[in-house]
């Protein structure tokens, strides 16, 4: 069956980075669009962007770029995302999630971020 | 940015009876292939959101029947017949037709 199996919780500074993975398993990983969701404390979602591990095309929300960088590795059906110049703002749940018809349809665990000195 | 409103915030039902969300757009749903990119997702505590009605009224593989999405447009309803315990999470709305893709801002749905 379709898992998507995300990194661990991370504790990380303000202003550095983070890269999180998301590693796909039970489908053909180059040939569905992965999307990221984040959800951030007592909030909503909000959808970041897909990568296409095909062929690496990737679509981010505006509020998103410059952000988050998603990228994907073939040999190791995994797909990552990079958080960067964090801030309190950027703590929050994030999601991968595998299209299917357009949409994000089967999602990972999810990866908490905290942003803190 | 497409505003999904969804009404009521929070929704407390008899387990047996029907519980009903709404979602209303900024703009309409409607693709220009005639298809519309409305669906629907329950986030049961502690866990991820899960699909449950994708293009305004399909069940998604193993969604029970008693999950009824509908509407056209602008507007949208989930109807939940027979509520059950398992029911209870916050359900939101999604659309995938505009650019960027955006949640309504969830309705809580809790057993009385």
């Known amino acids: 069956q379709v898992q998507l199996q995300q990194s661990g919780t991370e504790l990380v500074k303000p202003a550095s980075s983070v890269k999180i993975s998301c590693k796909a398993s039970?489908?053909?990983?180059?040939?569905?669009?992965m999307h990221w969701i984040r959800q951030q404390p007592g909030n909503g979602l909000e959808w970041i962007g897909w990568i296409y591990p095909g062929n690496g095309n990737t679509k981010y929300n505006q509020k998103f770029d410059g952000k988050a960088t998603l990228t994907a590795d073939k040999s190791s059906s995994t797909a990552y995302m990079q958080l960067s110049s964090l801030t309190s703002e950027d703590s929050a749940v994030y999601f991968c999630?595998?299209?299917?018809?357009?949409?994000?349809?089967?999602w990972g665990q999810g990866v908490m971020v905290t942003v803190s000195s | 940015d497409v505003v999904l409103t969804q009404t009521p915030v929070s929704l407390s039902v008899t387990l047996g009876d029907q519980a009903s969300i709404s979602c209303r757009s900024s703009?309409?749903?409607?693709?220009?292939?005639?298809?519309?990119?409305l669906e629907w997702y329950l986030q049961k505590p502690g866990q991820s959101p899960q699909l449950l009605i994708y293009g305004v009224s399909n069940r998604f593989s193993g969604v029970p029947d008693r999950f009824i999405g509908s509407g056209s447009g602008t507007d949208f309803t989930l109807k939940i017949s027979r509520v059950e315990p398992e029911d209870l999470g916050v359900y939101y709305c999604?659309?995938?037709?505009?650019?960027?893709?955006?949640f309504g801002s969830g309705t809580k749905l809790e057993i009385k």
């Open positions: 999604f659309q995938a037709t505009h650019d960027p893709l955006t």
């Open positions: 999630a595998r299209d299917v018809m357009g949409i994000p349809s089967h």
């Open positions: 039970g489908y053909t990983f180059t040939s569905n669009y």
């Open positions: 703009q309409s749903l409607e693709y220009s292939d005639g298809y519309t990119y």
